[in-house]
């Protein structure tokens, strides 16, 4: 299995450390023509209006969409949560619209408010996760499809739709590969 990571800002060097860990092969992606014969790409954390830019400016987007409509599986984290949004609530930030929520940048405050927790995540198993929310932000609220997997607060931190993950804090950044793991068992169709 092969997993790209999109290399324009963020956790590449962390999340391909993850993939490599979980047990499937990974690569840097800078190059919209990478993304095909890709199982799955990971959208990683950084500044969401910069990376959104970056990937229309170099094809990514539309590259991406038709990718993901031929089974390209998608994990976003922070950023890339918000990148795969239906639509951010109060902005018109480029997004590829591949999951069906609205979603809210740095929802729980700015960067002095970044902060961790123990969350539980019933579909991974094993006791709750270390997540680590830098300027994150939330799901607002879910379309039919979307798989609600965790909140914090009340908050929707982790969805599924399909073969594609969102995740609002930044899993790459601690030792717990299970969220990478079940990113690639949901593309082999094992969970």
């Known amino acids: ?15 391909l450390s993850m993939i490599t860990a979980a047990g499937a092969d990974a690569v840097e992606v800078r190059y919209k023509e990478q993304v095909d014969g890709l199982d799955g790409l990971i959208i990683p954390g950084g500044e969401s209006t910069t990376v959104g830019k970056l990937m229309e400016r170099f094809g990514f987007v539309e590259e991406i969409r038709n990718q993901a409509a031929r089974g390209l599986g ?17 902005s018109d930030q480029i997004c590829l619209g591949l999951m069906d929520f609205v979603v809210k940048r740095n929802a729980f405050g ?4 970044s902060f961790e927790a123990d969350i539980e995540i019933p579909a991974v198993g094993g006791p709750p996760m270390r997540a680590v929310f830098i300027r994150a932000p939330y799901i607002l609220s879910v379309g039919r499809g979307v798989d609600v997997l965790a909140r914090f607060d009340d908050k929707i931190v982790l969805a599924r739709q399909g073969r594609h993950l969102a995740c609002a804090f930044h899993p790459e950044v601690t030792s717990d590969t299970r969220l990478h793991r079940y990113f690639l068992d949901m593309l082999a169709g094992r969970a």
């Open 74 to 90: 998608v994990f976003g984290t922070c950023t890339g949560l918000i990148l795969l949004s239906r639509e951010v609530s109060g």
């Open 1 to 15: 299995m092969k997993v790209g990571v999109l290399a324009l800002q963020g956790d590449v060097a962390e999340h």
């Open 110 to 113: 700015r960067q002095v408010d």
